[in-house]
């Protein structure tokens, strides 16, 4: 059981260039999160999905789309890469509400 | 304001003792409360979760909510070196029960 799987751990990116995370979850739980995380600010929210076929923006949209694939997918898209989104970000799970989080290993991005 | 605040500490406290970390959130229609554990470099953990009004025990952990007080708490008793992470308190919002909002962390050292 591979909980939340994140992909890729490490990306560099120049400004400008654009990219995707990945974010499967074999659980079976409805609601699906994106936070990112700087060093002294703790996490924070950027999009989350209640459900399939819902997304909602959090504390810190701007510059980010996202997809929920399907139940167990939800992917973050960076358009066009900037230093300020230079950051660790988790992607996690929860059958559904607010409920207990399961988190990704994390995915740490530097936007030179 | 944030939305949920903590002191990002270091609190810093001997072996033995009680860790007293504290959580301010400005949401009087949140309902659901959370502690998160991380270890640096890793993903968060849940500790514990909370509802209700009063202390919830679990092990040597207790949580404490004061709904009127916006005030959550968790105290650490017999603190271990191996309790040293930075604590995360997690809230929801009333404007969508499935925005979980956490805040900055508070960075425990527990000293030999």
């Known amino acids: 059981n591979a909980g939340v799987t994140q992909t890729p751990k490490f990306q560099v990116l120049k400004t400008g260039q654009s990219m995707t995370l990945q974010c499967a979850q074999d659980m079976n739980h409805n609601s699906m999160y994106w936070y990112r995380q700087d060093p002294g600010m703790g996490l924070r929210l950027i999009y989350y999905s209640a459900s399939e076929g819902t997304t909602d923006k959090g504390e810190v949209p701007n510059g980010y789309n996202v997809s929920r694939l399907n139940k167990r997918e939800f992917s973050l898209r960076l358009e066009s890469a900037a230093p300020s989104q230079t950051s660790v970000y988790f992607c996690a799970s929860t059958p559904s509400g607010a409920n207990v989080l399961t988190f990704g290993a994390g995915s740490r991005l530097t936007v030179l | 304001q944030k939305e949920v605040e903590q002191n990002s500490g270091p609190l810093s406290v001997p072996e033995g003792a009680i860790a007293s970390l504290n959580c301010t959130y400005s949401d009087r229609g949140s309902q659901s409360f959370f502690w998160y554990r991380q270890y640096s470099g890793k993903s968060p953990e849940l500790i514990m979760s909370?509802?209700?009004?009063g202390d919830k025990e679990d092990g040597r952990f207790t949580a404490q909510l004061n709904k009127a007080s916006q005030y959550v708490s968790l105290l650490i008793r017999d603190s271990q070196p191996s309790d040293s992470a930075t604590y995360l308190c997690?809230?929801?919002?009333?404007?969508?029960?499935?925005?979980?909002?956490f805040g900055s962390g508070t960075r425990l050292l527990v000293r030999p």
């Open positions: 909370i509802y209700s009004n």
């Open positions: 997690a809230v929801n919002m009333m404007d969508s029960s499935y925005k979980l909002i």
